[in-house]
């Protein structure tokens, strides 16, 4: 079998000798070209390469920007649901590993990889729905307005030479939403073919559940959303500080679904349009994708063979 090891170097979890380790082992029962990222955008270049050498697998070695750019170089050369398109393989070497740790595949990488050649041994693959916000894949969340300033901050702090932690990623949400909570409302959500929802400060769309973790517990904004549904959607329409706290203790109790007035929560959904009045950050799966006014939201069920 051919296959395509795509690593990230700087990615949280991953060192050169584990790296070494990794892809000798891969090597041992696989055709293997080993590519190590220098840019960003390398990742997706090299997956859209090997799937126009025809390779049979691809295989992600990095955080969840490692692996939402391989699955978006995937398809810039291979079409949804294509029988011909390489199995996607992952192996987990970031902080948080969401994609990863929904479709239950162990933390460590080396057992990662164990598993991995395991599945390919054995023929273990399934189909996975997948998300898109405009022209941008994602495999397990996106938002507009809190989230992704959240994540637009932690990127600036990352770059800065910061340590990214979940303490980090705490310190900043709420940093975040204390300027945040001062502001009008920009959003208005609209749903497939429903009447649109205006006055809303954030809106989360999820492909899978958890929407992320903060260190080991999972944070759950949408339980009825999986690989195997339509998407998940969580809007805020109250950013006071009771309303917001009773949202995020009943997401970090693990399986508690949120509820209340003050919030839109949907789930198995096709389509969904948001709009803002002014320019606001988009993120998916973690990464910032810059400023939008108006996002489509669409759930693209069957788009991708991933090995477990």
């Known amino acids: ?19 070494d380790v990794l892809a000798h082992a891969l090597a041992s029962e696989l055709k293997l070209d080993v590519v190590e990222t220098q840019y960003w955008g390398h990742a997706a270049d090299a997956a859209r390469t090997a799937v126009e050498d025809g390779a049979d697998l691809v295989i992600a070695h990095g955080g ?10 995937m398809f810039a050369a291979g079409d949804v ?3 011909a398109m390489p199995t996607l393989g992952v192996v987990p070497g970031g902080s948080a590993n969401v994609f990863a740790r929904a479709l ?33 894949w994602f495999t397990f969340n996106a938002g507009v307005g809190w989230d992704a300033e959240v994540v637009a901050q932690v990127e600036r702090l990352r770059s800065a030479g910061r340590n990214v932690s979940p303490a980090l990623y705490a310190r900043t949400a709420l940093a975040c939403y204390v300027r ?51 998407l998940g959607v969580f ?40 709009t803002c009045v002014e320019p606001l950050r988009l993120q998916v799966d973690g990464d910032c994708l810059g400023e939008r006014t108006e996002i489509e939201f669409s759930s693209v069920p069957d788009a991708l063979r991933v090995a477990v």
């Open 180 to 230: 945040m909570a001062r502001q009008e409302p920009k959003l208005t959500l609209r749903i497939g073919d429903d009447p649109p929802v205006s006055g809303l400060h954030s809106v989360f769309v999820s492909n899978t559940d958890p929407w992320t973790y903060l260190g080991s517990r999972p944070v759950r904004m949408s339980p009825e959303t999986s690989f195997d549904t339509g």
């Open 235 to 274: 809007a805020l329409q109250d950013m006071r500080a009771h309303s917001v706290l009773r949202h995020v203790a009943e997401m970090l109790r693990g399986r508690a679904k949120p509820h209340g007035r003050n919030s839109i929560q949907r789930a198995d959904v096709g389509h969904l349009r948001v």
């Open 1 to 19: 079998m051919r296959a395509v090891l795509v690593v990230n170097p700087q990615a949280t979890s991953t060192t050169a000798a584990g790296r």
């Open 104 to 136: 239950g595949l162990p933390r460590d990488p080396v057992e990662a990889t164990h598993r991995l050649l395991r599945a390919v041994a054995e023929g273990s693959r399934r189909w996975v729905g997948l998300g898109r916000a405009d022209e941008r």
């Open 64 to 73: 969840d920007g490692t692996v939402n750019e391989v699955v978006n170089g």
């Open 81 to 83: 649901g294509d029988r």
